[in-house]
């Protein structure tokens, strides 16, 4: 499907939220309360069927927390960038997507893991690299007192 | 039960083993807690980060001609199509389209990257189902692979031969007939290949039917590369969304349907036979033009976001770069293959004998280094 007429369907599935066309997919921004009820609807959709979970990202945006989904449709081979966003640093929280994507449980294990982002909903939450003491590494605001790099 | 073995075994209970970190069938550092009841396999729990780097974050103080160098020591079987990757998104974002002696250049290392890739993948599975003698044929033939990198690229397995815009340099003169030469070799003795192991009734007892993944399962654990391909779908980004100059060579995707251990391992094995293919048809055509595009000194993408996909030897690698117009990337995401494809080693070996697990957690082709990155 061409961008245009995918950005046409989107926003006929998910009303409430932003979409723009960016450099390479179309993109939509959702509410962290959407979330799991628009990317269901974008998976079940015939026309969208973007039933793969191709990666997940968590972002640090300096104030905000962020996730970016790159979904990709297995039968019509478009993708789509679902974001969403979280303006609490202290407790984040968003929904889990380990009921819409299998997948999706070891990815937000590492995001979890690294950005300190909590998954509600997510069967085995727990961090995946690095042990219990350390911090969030993946922060912006994050101190390390080994890596010279970043000096 | 025996009476040898009476009161030393758990009869109803389940009990827990370790299986690594230190285990040769897991090559490298992965710990896999498994839970048993007498042999057969309820619950395995893979433990990884035993060499976590934070490449991504060293990625976040690191120009991209730099970041180049991290991705070689990912997944260290396919570096140059890891290298590639980056290098293409860094394109994309700066709209550079390289020349066409690049594209074939790149194109045909990367095949002959996935033929050796392939090539360990089939001495070591070997060896873990106890054909030693695997390890050695394999390795053998790698070598020659290994020799053709050293020449033109400097490294072995390591090559960093790609940079934004280009290539490190021109490729070695000899490199056309050694590259030849190769084929020609490798098409005659792959057959041993399959005497030695695909044909062997102890290995097919071991690997048909073990394993079984759905091709509904393999989407919605998004597994990719062979080992999705095996379950029958069709995930090759290399047909689906071609670049470099894949879009000028004629191959076919290996679809196989039944989803098991075995027929993980014959898609490699008939892929190694396709990336030949590629490469003859590259090989002679190669055309003139400059090795490299000119380029800035000090690259900065211009402030946006940044996806690219390449299909390595293991599956789908996505480079994810965030810029914020600087020189150095905002955030830099790698998604790689083979850390998605551990997720479901839990539901592929429920079930199955504590000996199929190490066959099924060796045609997953797994490289430590890429999950824990």
Redesign the interface.
């Known amino acids: 499907m061409e961008k245009k007429q995918l950005a046409a369907v989107v926003a006929s599935i998910a009303q409430d939220s932003v979409i723009t066309e960016?450099?390479?997919?179309v993109e939509i921004t959702v509410s962290p309360e959407n979330l799991v009820k628009v990317v269901s609807a974008l998976k079940f959709n015939r026309e969208t069927a973007l039933?793969?979970?191709?990666?997940l990202?968590g972002?640090?945006y300096g104030t905000d927390l962020g996730i970016?989904y790159?979904l990709r449709s297995?039968t019509f081979?478009h993708?789509l960038?679902v974001k969403t966003r979280v303006s609490d640093r202290e407790n984040p929280g968003i929904d889990s997507l380990c009921s819409v994507?299998?997948?999706a449980?070891?990815?937000e294990r590492?995001v979890f893991d690294?950005l300190g982002i909590k998954f509600n909903g997510h069967p085995d939450l727990r961090r995946?690299?690095?042990d219990s003491t350390w911090g969030f590494?993946?922060r912006k605001d994050y101190k390390d007192d080994i890596?010279i790099?970043?000096k | 039960m025996e009476e040898a073995v009476k009161g030393v075994v758990p009869e109803n209970e389940e009990y827990v083993i370790n299986m690594g970190p230190q285990h040769p069938s897991t090559h490298g550092v992965l710990r896999l807690v498994v839970s048993l009841k007498g042999e057969i396999v309820q619950n395995v729990q893979p433990h990884?980060?035993y060499i976590?780097r934070?490449i991504?974050?060293?990625c976040e103080?690191?120009t991209y001609p730099q970041i180049i160098h991290l991705t070689d020591r990912m997944d260290y079987l396919s570096a140059h199509i890891n290298n590639e990757a980056v290098c293409l998104t860094v394109e994309?974002a700066l709209g550079i389209e390289v020349s066409d002696r690049v594209k074939y250049i790149r194109t045909i290392l990367s095949e002959l990257t996935r033929i050796q890739s392939h090539q360990l993948f089939w001495a070591t599975f070997g060896m873990d189902l106890g054909g030693l003698t695997c390890f050695f044929y394999g390795l053998r033939d790698r070598e020659k692979v290994l020799d053709i990198f050293e020449e033109t690229c400097g490294g072995r397995m390591i090559v960093s031969y790609n940079a934004p815009g280009g290539l490190m340099n021109d490729i070695h003169p000899n490199f056309q007939k050694r590259t030849k030469e190769f084929i020609k070799y490798f098409r005659k003795t792959i057959h041993e290949y399959d005497d030695l192991l695909t044909g062997n009734v102890i290995f097919q007892e071991r690997t048909k039917g073990i394993g079984k993944v759905t091709r509904e399962?393999a989407?919605?654990?998004?597994m990719t590369g062979p080992v999705g391909r095996a379950s029958g779908?069709?995930?090759d980004i290399r047909k689906?969304?071609p670049y470099s100059a894949y879009d000028r060579v004629n191959f076919n995707e290996i679809l196989y349907n039944e989803g098991d251990t075995f027929h993980r391992y014959k898609v490699r094995m008939d892929e190694m036979l396709e990336s030949m293919n590629i490469i003859d048809q590259l090989i002679d055509n190669i055309p003139e033009g400059p090795w490299t595009e000119k380029m800035k000194p000090v690259i900065k993408l211009p402030e946006?976001?940044?996806?690219q996909?390449v299909e390595t030897a293991r599956g789908?690698l996505?480079v994810?770069i965030?810029s914020d117009g600087n020189k150095y990337p905002y955030?830099v995401?790698f998604?790689s293959p083979n850390?998605?494809n551990?997720?479901?080693l839990n539901i592929m070996s429920k079930g199955s004998k504590i000996a199929d697990l190490v066959a099924i957690s060796g045609s997953l082709d797994l490289i430590i280094p890429d999950i824990?990155r």
């Open positions: 960016g450099l390479q997919f039933d793969l979970l191709v990666s990202t972002m640090d970016v790159h297995t081979n993708m960038v994507y299998k997948s449980e070891f990815h590492e690294l995946l690299f690095l590494p993946l890596n790099l970043g | 990884i980060g976590h934070g991504e974050k060293m103080n690191m994309k399962d989407i919605d654990w998004g779908f069709s995930c689906h969304n946006g976001e940044y996806f996909s789908e996505g994810y965030v955030r995401k998604r850390f998605v551990l997720a479901p824990d």
